[in-house]
């Protein structure tokens, strides 16, 4: 049986490799099929395509875009962020274009902002978090924990992530970024295939079947939403059957990836978690803006 992994980062967005080294990692690691999934871009694309047709191994176009869910708690409005993968979108397409790149225009004022607050605390500048980034690579929390461990404030990004840049500290700031169902929406006029990234990834394993958002789900699959990525180190177990369940419920696609980073870039390995043929078959199937190369 084939391992389909549907979801890797390199240095176009917050991975540590090129697009090239992550597909020879791939293969060394028995991939046969992989997805270059960077932040809110589709710049890696091509030499992803180039490394996957020299290796012998599938590489499936993706983009993992940056998303915000407004949703109603307790009669309040609270605002989540959302990240929803993209497989086989125009990368041409203008609407979609536009928004990637207010998106890429948000993180980086977002950033600085972050920062900004840092500053007050540690001597880090913004020079600094650009030093560790290639040119025109999507800006995100993981550049600025480089700065962080370059300055000897932390020993790695997960350290980072755990410490100063962790969402409930006072350094932290959110991405101000398209909503979720229009970001949905764009994607299948695009021709592509919106599956939720790692969904309910940030709630603890004690979630209670009550606390879990069925009226938000139903939403965005009415909008259209093609499936989720149940598979992923970051999915805790009871949303995992919760889940199966209501993909069972809407025939959705499910879907099973590493979220990969590099080596060095978070633990997450590729070929981790795996996608089943017949779900990568329906993905290619309903995906129209671009093509797979397999
Ligand atoms: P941002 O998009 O700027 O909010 O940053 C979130 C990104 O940081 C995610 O896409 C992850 O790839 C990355 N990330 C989250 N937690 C960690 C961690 N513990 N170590 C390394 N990277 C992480
Ligand atoms: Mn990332
Ligand atoms: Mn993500
Ligand atoms: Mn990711």
Do not use: C
């Not at 390199?10 to 990692?25: A, L, N, Q, W, Y």
């Not at 913004?126 to 550049?143: D, H, K, N, S, Y």
């Amino acid at each position: 049986m084939s391992s389909i992994d549907l979801h890797s980062h390199s240095t176009r967005s917050d991975g540590k490799e090129s697009p090239t080294e992550v597909f020879e990692h791939a293969a060394a690691a028995g991939v046969d099929i992989l997805a270059l999934t960077d932040h809110d871009t589709t710049s890696g694309w091509s030499e992803a395509a180039e490394a996957a047709a020299r290796l012998g191994i599938g590489f499936v176009p993706g983009i993992e875009v940056t998303t915000r869910a407004k949703v109603q708690r307790e009669s309040r409005t609270h605002f989540i962020s959302v990240h929803m993968l993209a497989y086989l979108p125009d990368p041409h397409n203008q609407a979609l274009l536009t928004e990637l790149n207010e998106t890429l225009g948000s993180r980086e004022i977002r950033a600085q902002k972050i920062v900004d607050k840092l500053s007050v605390d540690f001597d880090i500048t913004w020079a600094m978090v650009l030093e560790t980034l290639q040119e025109g690579a999507t800006i995100g929390r993981p550049a600025i924990a480089d700065a962080l461990v370059k300055l000897g404030v932390v020993a790695d990004r997960t350290e980072a992530f755990h410490g100063p840049l962790h969402k409930s500290e006072k350094y932290y700031v959110a991405t101000d970024t398209t909503d979720t169902i229009d970001a949905i929406k764009l994607i299948l006029n695009a021709g592509g295939v919106p599956i939720i990234a790692h969904p309910l990834g940030g709630a603890k394993d004690n979630l209670s079947r009550g606390d879990l958002p069925e009226e938000h789900f139903e939403q965005l699959i009415d909008a259209g939403l093609a499936g989720f990525e149940v598979y992923h180190r970051e999915v805790p177990e009871v949303a995992r059957e919760w889940l199966r369940i209501l993909a069972h419920k809407h025939d959705l696609i499910i879907t099973g990836s590493s979220d990969y980073h590099g080596i060095h870039g978070k633990p997450n390995r590729l070929g981790e978690n795996t996608t089943p043929p017949e779900m990568l078959d329906r993905i290619l199937t309903a995906g129209t803006g671009a093509k797979a190369i397999l």
